[in-house]
């Protein structure tokens, strides 16, 4: 696979390619096309400038809302909607490579999603068919879970779990080791 400079210096270290999209020159009026590149964590777009320069622009998957995919009948179309921001527009894509970055988007999706991702799909006359992928709600309550489980406990919360444990320990429930081993982590958090 041939990764444009643009897209290759601006991967993080631990990111892979999975697809590449440049749109058709012959049916862009644009003589620098754009590139759609998937990656497992990211889709980004590449506007080409001429004389080397470009404007980049990426949506992590943790962010991305919504894929609107449309194959016409010589070219396809994306649009790319972001929680909280400007949708990014793609045109004049092969049918053939748009199609299977729609699908590596879903692939990729369903990788960090808990529940699968919801497609709406249509298909209509003349070849021509139209995706919509929408990220679980999941996704965005188990990062707010994730980022509620970070706070500290109040140290009334603390005190609490505190006189929980010494009464498990008083019962039997738990032994003096788990005992202290609890109370170590829990005065750690405080």
Do not use: C
């Amino acid at each position: 696979m041939d990764i444009p400079k643009a897209v290759e210096t601006n991967l993080a270290a631990d990111e892979r390619v999975l697809h590449i999209v440049r749109a058709s020159k012959t049916l862009s009026i644009d003589l620098t096309p754009n590139t759609l590149a998937v990656t497992d964590q990211r889709v980004i777009l590449v506007d080409h400038k001429v004389m080397g320069r470009y404007e980049l622009k990426d949506i992590p998957y943790s962010k991305l809302e919504t894929v609107h995919f449309e194959q016409g009948i010589a070219a396809s179309h994306f649009t790319l909607k972001p929680e909280d921001g400007e949708a990014i527009d793609v045109s004049w894509l092969s049918k053939q490579e748009a199609r299977r970055a729609i699908e590596t988007i879903r692939d990729a999706l369903d990788e960090i999603a808990v529940e699968p991702v919801s497609i709406q799909r249509t298909k209509r006359m003349l070849g021509r068919e139209e995706w919509v992928l929408h990220k679980p709600q999941e996704l965005v309550y188990r990062r707010a879970a994730a980022e509620r489980k970070e706070e500290k406990p109040s140290d009334s919360d603390a005190l609490a779990r505190l006189s929980d444990l010494k009464r498990l320990r008083d019962e039997g429930a738990i032994s003096q080791g788990e005992y202290d081993q609890k109370k170590a982590e829990l005065l750690d958090k405080v």
